[in-house]
């Protein structure tokens, strides 16, 4: 993605350029700066992997562990195994003499560290990445079950990926606060709400995990699509992050909805346990207030009095995650085999049109996830029916390559900011490296 920080790093080496080279500076071009080809060719797809993957190497740390060290050890094995599936998206395997390899094998020894995962098979707790963070794991660990890993370290990675794949499944069990939540997954594995992001993941581990020769049970997949049919608003053709709250009309002489009366219900339903509200963004309604205990202390509506019925409370305008989320919910039905599905052919073709109604991302990049939803929109679209396959390759190749910063890395203002240089270099690069097709993720359910 572009964005102003690449930008000025582009510029900074354009500039290095031009000192080495001893060259005059190059005329601005009169009148608006043409958009680069909707296609890139296939060696500046290959040339920003390699970059990409060289970048990853320069951050591994001498335990072993892939992980930008402002970070501390927060997210660090979700981090490394995320590294570690692009190293071997690009064809490096551990067993190779490479600096590649070498790096992927450090990296495997730290992943299977004994404080890594708890005895129950959990791999979210020693780094705080919860069930994001162990899925990602899980699905590393899956995808070396089917390479060439080191055939002394193959047993103890079958025991452990067994193990986190076994969690997974025990987390969808969970009892759940509202029906409309089974099925799914959330941050916490004993969570009593869920959401599409994390339900995306534990999917896409679980896949991996089957093609790696583990069980999962038809009926976890069944509970898992229903769950995502549940988020899904047929009015927009979109996955919402959960389910569609439920509002009682105010008893009002207008019945106007009015952003006061919305505003309590959503937080009288938002409370934790202990009474005080959530802190930040609400995610039933893409709102964003500010709020300390229990008074709203700033709040800016999309509209300026009059709320619009609840049946369209999803989709407000400037909601740009919704594409990130929808992309997830699509590969999520796929994967639980139901890629015919009417919500999984409307959610397709709101990609698409999406895509094609902003080729640059430059809508998408206002949103939270730029990376996240570009990664899952190519997953979510592969080996799918034309033109959606071809055009989100080409959005991927097209903003990723275009994008990525002189050393090599991807970052944004967002999620380079919060999780680090590392987590968006991995996305972009196994977005890039789908070409390739060496891993699960890009290949159909059995």
């Known amino acids: 993605m572009r964005t102003s920080v690449q930008l000025l790093g582009c510029f900074a080496a354009l500039l290095t350029f031009e000192g080495i080279a001893g060259a005059a500076p190059t005329p601005k071009p009169a009148g608006p700066v043409p958009e680069p080809p909707a296609s890139l060719g296939p060696d500046r ?12 190497l320069t951050q591994q740390q ?49 992943v299977l560290r004994t404080d890594r995962q708890t005895a129950d098979g959990y791999f979210g707790s020693a780094d705080r990445s919860v069930m994001h963070g162990h899925a990602v794991t899980t699905l590393f660990l899956c995808e070396l079950l089917r390479s060439s890993a080191d055939p002394e370290q193959e047993e103890l990675i079958r025991r452990k990926a067994a193990s986190a794949h076994q969690f997974i499944l025990l987390a969808q069990g969970t009892a759940k606060t509202a029906r409309g939540d089974i099925g799914g997954w959330r941050y916490l594995p004993n969570a009593r709400d869920s959401d599409v992001p994390v339900t995306a993941w534990q999917l896409l581990a679980l896949h991996a995990g089957a093609k790696a020769g583990f069980s999962v049970p038809p009926r976890n997949g069944q509970a898992a699509a229903q769950y995502l049919k549940n988020v899904y608003a047929a ?11 439920t509002f009682v009309a105010p008893a009002t002489a207008s019945r106007e909805w009015t952003w006061t009366n919305i505003v309590k219900q959503v937080y009288r339903r938002e409370k934790y346990r202990e009474g005080t509200f959530r802190v930040g963004y609400c995610y039933n309604c893409h709102f964003d207030p500010k709020v300390t205990t229990n008074i709203v202390q700033f709040y800016v509506p ?8 609840p049946d369209t409370i999803l989709q407000p305008d400037g909601a740009r995650n919704n594409f990130s989320t929808t992309a997830m919910g699509l590969l999520g039905l796929r994967l639980c085999g139901f890629p ?30 730029p990376f996240h939803a570009t990664f899952f929109s190519t997953l979510a679209l592969q080996r799918h029916i034309e033109p959606h396959t071809s055009t989100a390759r080409q959005f991927a190749e097209r903003n990723f390559v275009i994008g990525q910063s002189p050393d090599g890395s991807w970052t944004d203002n967002f999620e380079g900011r919060q999780i680090g240089r590392v987590y968006c270099t991995s996305l972009a690069v196994l977005s890039l490296a789908a070409k390739y097709q060496r891993l699960a993720i890009y290949e159909p359910p059995k």
């Open 340 to 369: 015919n599905a009417p919500e999984a052919t409307a959610a397709a073709n709101l990609l698409l049109e999406t895509m094609r109604a902003d080729p640059t991302a430059k809508d998408i990049a206002m949103g939270a996830w």
């Open 45 to 56: 797809v290959d040339a920003a992997v390699r970059a990409g993957i060289s970048f990853l």
């Open 302 to 309: 999309p509209q300026p009095n009059l709320f619009r019925p």
């Open 235 to 245: 009015a927009y053709g979109l996955f919402d992050y959960g389910p569609r709250p």
């Open 62 to 110: 001498p335990t072993g562990a892939i992980a930008d060290v402002g970070l501390g050890g927060k997210y660090q094995t979700a981090l490394t195994s995320l590294a570690g599936l692009s190293l071997a998206s690009a064809g490096h395997s551990p067993l190779d003499k490479s600096p590649e390899g070498v790096a992927l094998r450090r990296a495997i020894y730290f």
